[in-house]
Each structure stands twice: as C-alpha cells, then as structure tokens.
C-alpha cells in the first residue's frame, strides 16, 4: 500500500494544488490528512472540496473545531481568532458538516493519524520534545503513525527504549520500532522552508518520505489580503515561519 499523507492545509488552496499535482505520479492508493483543512487561508470551502473528491481520510484538528464553532476562540492567538471567525461565515453548511463529522483519531490496523497526541487527542497538545513524543509513541497502537499541529516535519522513531529524532528526507523502518511522523504543513510551514510539506509512505518497501513541493504563493497572500484577513497571515507565508 502507498499512503500519500498531508496535514495543516490551512484553506491555502495553491499548496494544496500542488502537492496533489506532485502526488499525482506517485500512485498513492490512500490519502490521509492529520487535520486543520481549514483556518488561516482564504480558500476553506474548494480546499475541502478538493480533499473530498480525491476520497481523503482525515482527523479534525484544532481550527476544524473551531470553525464549525466546537473549539472556544479564546484557546486562539489574536490573529488565528479572526482568521477562524471569517472561516465561520464563510464555509457552507456542506462542508460544515463533513468538518463536524471528522475523528479525532483513526486507523486502519496498519497506520494511525491524529492531529496533535494521542495523549488527549480532544486537548490538542503539541509534540515538540522528546518527551510529548515518548507520551504519544507511548499510547500509537500501530509501528506508524502520523501527526500535524507543530507545521514542523520530522520523524520520532524509538531506539533502544529512547526516542530519536532525524531530519526530514526519507528513512527506512526497522522492525519492532515505531515510528511517529510529523508530516509538517502543506499550507502554512514553519520550519523556515516555504514550500508545501507532504508525505509518502510506502508500506511495502518499509520506506517513508517527507517532500516538498513549490507553489505560486503570491498568489495565495493575495487571496488573503483581498479577503480581508489579518497581513501576518500573508506575509508569514513567504519566510515559511
Ligand atoms: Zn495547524
């Protein structure tokens, strides 16, 4: 099986574009998404749209729940409250519901998703550290498993009863060692490389890929700044912070 995995779309709808485009060679048999489809980006309703008719998979995340109004706004910063404000008046009942639908978690037997942890997946923490890593591999049910929220990619893989942690590129898994991905954000990164973040695995040849993908993302702060959400949102898109 080849899974093509995606989190953090954020409604940027170019990103999303082209990583679909740079997944469209890759014969991937599933598409799963670790969650935030929407919040941030100006594009929230043909973003779900475009997730739905390629038959994705996926978790809810924080900004999900924010914008089908089960998340308190307060839990956001100034600029992430507007942006789900305007994500609330702008996404259709449609879409509305599938978002409300969405698992906090799911698997298949043979790969698990979740939007932050599997440590209170309704808390939404963050895996930053060893340690919220080593609480999250702690409770992953199956050797992979693959998360969004920090917008950073990189992969926790246990090693003689410690956690490791390598670079985004491609690893190659060992048995009896579980491995938790972090597949970064395909439209709002923050590791300092602007380029939409995807992944691919391939369960068969034991391998698994963190790529990036360039997209016109002039383009997508323009949408932003005409839509009237705040400038940050736009111009942090260019510096990849
Ligand atoms: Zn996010």
């Not at 997944?23 to 100006?42: I, Q, W």
């Not at 938790?180 to 992944?199: E, F, H, I």
């Not at 698994?208 to 360039?214: G, L, T």
């Amino acid at each position: 099986m080849r899974y093509g995995i995606l989190s953090d779309i954020h409604s940027n709808l170019e990103a999303l574009e082209a990583v679909l485009s740079a997944l469209g060679s890759e014969r991937v048999d599933r598409l799963l998404c670790a969650g935030d489809l929407v919040g941030y980006g100006a594009d929230p309703v043909p973003c779900v749209k475009r997730l739905r008719s390629n038959g994705v998979v996926a978790v809810c995340g924080n900004h999900d729940w924010a914008a089908v109004g089960r998340m308190p706004l307060d839990w956001f910063n100034e600029q992430a409250a507007a942006a789900a404000r305007w994500t609330q008046g702008h996404l259709t009942s449609e879409e509305k519901a599938f978002l409300n639908e969405l698992p906090l978690a799911w698997t298949d037997g043979q790969v698990s998703l979740v939007h932050g942890s599997f440590c209170e997946p309704a808390e939404f923490h963050y895996v930053m550290d060893f340690q919220e890593a080593r609480l999250c591999l702690d409770l992953q049910k199956t050797p992979v498993a693959f998360i969004g929220h920090t917008h950073v990619p990189g992969f926790f893989q246990e090693e003689a009863g410690q956690v490791r942690f390598a670079r985004p590129g491609r690893i190659t898994l060992q048995q009896g060692r579980r491995t938790l991905v972090n597949v970064g954000s395909v439209g709002q990164p923050r590791d300092g490389d602007p380029r939409a973040a995807y992944c691919v695995y391939d369960s068969e040849g034991g391998s698994i890929e963190i790529r990036r993908a360039a997209y016109p993302l002039e383009r997508t702060q323009e949408k932003i700044r005409m839509a009237g959400l705040p400038e940050f949102l736009a111009a942090r898109l260019a510096t990849g912070y």
